[in-house]
């Protein structure tokens, strides 16, 4: 009892001296790094800020995503867990007054390379009485990320043409980076893009275009050459429409549209 008195007197006096009592609310902030993500995505960037001086401890494998179903937030549980995520530990060390890009996988929500459109939240437990909740859409419109990266292509190819695929990555960040000639070829089908699969003779040639990368420095651009024709590189009928390149590059997603006549 006696203790119990002094910490509300501690407390009284702290109040009555204008003094703001840390609490988890006010030392740590969140935010989606982009707070409208296109279906291409696989995770959500979380911006985490650490107010206080302590090392924050945010262990990544355990959250959970909440999809908006009309009012109302319901939580996505497959396995009925009580948590949409809940894997082997994996903590990220945010130092304090520092913050943190800490990636999320949305892998429940995605179904034929692309995450289901809609309305979430994410809820990240920081401790066993508290968490912090952020708000974010998937959509499948095209969503400019002014990151300073952008793909471009021919705007029109024949269906039999025979030259070699090829397309142009441009840095105009400040940033150098590494990238792959990993890309990803869809087709505009009945309201919605389908990525195509890629030919036996394309993973022949190319089936190490994810692993090896180059440097693109601040600046600059590259032209990236494929040792076949588009018609070759997919695996199904090529047929005249609406189709676009698809680059993931330092984890965001950029488009350049073509059509097959």
Same mark, same amino acid.
């Given at each position: 009892? @006696? ?24 030392? +740590? ?12 995505? =696989? ?11 302590? +090392? ?14 009309? !009012?109302?937030?319901?939580?996505? =549980? ?11 530990? $994996? ?7 520092? %913050? ?8 429940? /929500? ?16 920081? $401790? ?15 969503? *400019? ?6 793909? %471009?292509?021919?705007?029109?190819? !024949? ?6 695929? =090829? ?5 105009? *960040? ?6 792959? /000639?990993?890309?990803?070829? !869809?087709?505009? @089908? ?22 090896? !990368?180059?440097?693109?420095? *601040? ?29 993931? +590059? ?12």
């Amino acid at each position: 009892m @006696k203790k119990l008195c002094i910490v509300l007197a501690l407390l009284m006096a702290l109040l009555l001296s204008g003094c703001e009592i840390i609490t988890p609310e006010n030392q +740590i902030t969140a935010a989606a790094e982009h707070k409208i993500l296109n279906s291409a995505y =696989d995770h959500v960037t979380i911006e985490i800020t650490n107010n206080s001086d302590d +090392i924050l401890w945010v262990d990544k494998a355990k959250y959970n995503i909440y999809e908006k179903n009309g !009012s109302d937030y319901v939580l996505i =549980d497959n396995n009925n867990d009580g948590f949409t995520y809940n894997g082997k530990n $994996n903590f990220i060390a945010i130092e304090g007054e520092n %913050t943190a890009k800490i990636r999320f996988y949305l892998g429940t /929500l995605i179904n034929e390379g692309y995450a289901k459109t809609g309305s979430y939240k994410i809820e990240i437990p920081l $401790n066993k009485d508290y968490a912090v909740t952020v708000d974010f859409e998937i959509t499948d419109e095209f969503i *400019s990320t002014n990151t300073g990266f952008a793909i %471009t292509c021919k705007k029109e190819y !024949s269906v039999t043409d025979k030259n070699n695929f =090829d397309y142009t990555v441009i840095n105009n *960040s400040k940033e150098d980076t590494q990238i792959t /000639l990993s890309v990803i070829i !869809s087709q505009y @089908k009945d309201g919605k893009w389908v990525r195509l699969p890629y030919s036996e003779e394309y993973y022949n040639i190319h089936g190490n275009a994810a692993v090896w !990368s180059e440097n693109l420095s *601040s600046g600059s651009e590259q032209n990236q050459k494929f040792g076949m024709c588009l018609a070759d590189m997919i695996g199904t009928e090529l047929t005249p429409g609406r189709y676009r390149l698809e680059k993931e +590059i330092a984890f965001d997603w950029y488009f350049a549209e073509f059509e097959l006549y």
